[in-house]
């Protein structure tokens, strides 16, 4: 468990912390889902001992937080599906992602909350801004790249458990239309099932063109 001090980031003194992480850079099939996070103006930040990195949480553990995270935060997943990854390239579709759940939830803390956006402040996991900046309206939001955020500042965890825990459903809602694949299982990442799924029955509409030929071309499977 963890107390709010045990976070390494601080909120500078005025300042709301709006957390993005992203899930789904990695694997050969289903979407990008990008995460953006605000704690609700009153909430307790003593009252989230069991959020951490999403990686080092079961399942679980992960879906009774992301209950908890639902309803306590103003937060918005945003999707990039299969044909627009395809279509933009991974960088931008995986910025397209981080671009639309942060500038959702800039505004869902705008109107819901009251919150100034002048007073707002993105923190990004990893080490590059969000391309082109994100904007309420005209007022550009202030950023801040931190390299291993989802450890160190509580609401990229918030952000990190939220996407890792929506893309799973999404990629479990996928297995049932797709049984063969395994995608409950590993998520649509290139493993030695998975690979001997796509050399018996070829891909399916979910699988990034791309990424599965590289895959497969590796392992020595012609499409």
């Known amino acids: 468990m963890r ?20 899930v789904g850079l990695g694997p050969i099939a289903g979407p990008i889902a990008a995460c953006a996070v605000v704690l609700k103006p009153g909430t307790d930040r003593m009252g989230f001992a069991h959020v951490d990195d999403s990686k080092k949480l079961n399942e679980q553990t992960r879906e009774t937080l ?34 639309r759940a942060t500038e959702e939830t800039i505004r869902r803390a705008v109107h819901l909350s009251g919150r100034d956006p002048r007073n707002l402040l993105v923190v990004v996991d990893g080490n590059r801004h969000i391309d082109g900046g994100v904007r309420y309206d005209t007022t550009p939001i202030e950023q801040l790249a931190l390299v291993k955020a ?11 458990i939220l996407a890792k825990h929506l893309r799973d459903r999404r990629m479990i809602e996928l297995d049932a ?12 990442y290139g493993t030695e099932a998975h690979v001997a799924a796509l050399r018996e029955h070829g891909p399916c509409p979910e699988h990034r063109p791309r990424p ?3 895959v497969l071309a590796k392992k020595g499977v012609t499409p």
């Open 150 to 160: 989802d450890s160190r500042c509580l609401e990229v965890a918030m952000a990190s």
């Open 3 to 22: 107390t709010p001090k045990d976070w390494a980031f601080q909120p500078p003194t005025g300042r709301v912390i709006i957390g993005v992480d992203e």
């Open 177 to 188: 239309i797709w049984p063969w694949f395994g995608f409950a299982r590993h998520k649509g």
């Open 66 to 99: 992301a209950r908890t995270l639902q309803d306590r935060t103003h937060w918005s997943v945003a999707w990039v599906e299969v044909p627009e990854y395809e279509r933009l390239g991974h960088d931008a579709a995986h910025q397209q992602a981080l671009r």
């Open 212 to 214: 599965t030929h590289n």
